[in-house]
Nanobody, 114 residues
């Protein structure tokens, strides 16, 4: 199993980014997926999740700005991030879970700074 995130970068506040998390090795559609983030010196926090049935949840601080989606045929999960704020700066990690089995990607850095 190998989850690989991409799409991070340095942007100005107010800009948009789209993160991708591509899998190799999972039966992708059988896993509940999520994006987490971890800022420097802070605990990891859940940003958004999408279930096998495509139901979604969001942290209150990103609701109405971020959208999570998945394409099971491409074995890829996405996070569309609009109107980025400096407080969104963090390493973003994708997570897959099925029962007691869970996997993490290595993360991609997102920095929103002027």
């Amino acid at each position: 199993v190998h989850l690989v995130e991409s799409g991070g970068g340095l942007v100005q506040p107010g800009a948009s980014l789209r993160l991708s998390c591509k899998d190799s090795g999972l039966t992708f559609s059988a896993y509940n997926l999520a994006w987490y983030r971890q800022a420097a010196g802070m605990e990891r926090e859940l940003v958004a999740s999408i279930s096998m049935a495509q139901s979604t949840t969001y942290a209150e601080c990103v609701r109405d700005r971020f959208t999570v989606s998945r394409d099971n045929r491409q074995s890829t999960m996405y996070l569309q991030m609009n109107n980025l704020k400096p407080e969104d700066t963090a390493v973003y990690l994708c997570h897959a879970r099925r029962g007691s089995r869970e996997f993490w990607g290595q993360g991609t850095q997102v920095t929103a700074s002027s």
